[in-house]
């Protein structure tokens, strides 16, 4: 299953390239910076569920601002160049986008796993190769357990919630909180309620809180 219909993916992957060639190349962005605030303006999720307006109704500059606007509230924004040449940050773009429709996974999971642009640009030769091999060294990077810390330790601390308030709000134990983010236990094999009444506690969906199945 593709994340979304595949007469998308052309004009996808040469968004999410161009736009960011345009925010390192003329904006001065970190890649790496600029693809989380890629996921945390709520772009990245239109995106990888296939939202017209993003995959296809914007080129990546339009996406690039739009990011720009959500993160740092402004409309103006640098001039957009046209190089001759495609750079490492198009071609990481193109085949992240390319990555994320053929196994339909999150962006945010692919940056915690280990796909980061910049791990990208300095550990894969993009337009000298196949897909198919960047799929393969994409899944690969992802069978590794990341060090990172879990979806549920990151929605936590990202609402500002300590270990024993989380619990109180959920109506759980703080015990069980640590080991879920500890990984000791698998939240996936958890039962719906619990799962739910974490994600409620902690304002958000339930499969926000789940590891992608290469991590498990």
Not at 129 to 140: G, N, T
């Amino acid at each position: 299953m593709r994340a979304y219909d595949e007469s998308y993916l052309h004009d996808a992957m040469d968004a999410l390239g161009e736009m960011l060639n345009y925010a390192v190349a003329d904006c001065g962005h970190d890649a790496d910076k600029f693809f989380e605030w890629f996921i945390v303006s709520g772009v990245a999720t239109g995106f990888e569920k296939g939202n017209p307006r993003f995959v296809a109704g914007m080129s990546g500059i339009e996406l690039a601002r739009e990011v720009r606007y959500r993160i740092l509230g402004k409309r103006s924004h640098p001039e957009a160049t046209q190089p001759l040449d495609r750079g490492p940050e198009y071609w990481a773009g193109w085949i992240i986008a390319y990555y994320q429709w053929y196994r339909a996974l999150r962006f945010e999971d692919m940056l915690r796993g280990g796909l980061a642009p910049s791990r990208v640009m300095a550990s894969y030769r993009y337009h000298e190769a196949d897909v198919s091999s960047f799929v393969a060294f994409a899944d690969e990077i992802l069978k590794r357990k990341p060090d990172a810390p879990t979806p549920l330790a990151m929605m936590r601390k990202r609402r500002g919630f300590t270990q024993a308030e989380l619990a109180d709000a959920a109506g759980a134990s703080t015990r069980m909180v640590q080991l879920y983010e500890q990984r000791r236990n698998d939240l996936a094999k958890a039962s719906a309620s619990t799962v739910m009444r974490l994600a409620r506690a902690l304002g958000c969906d339930a499969e926000d809180l789940l590891e992608p199945e290469a991590y498990r």
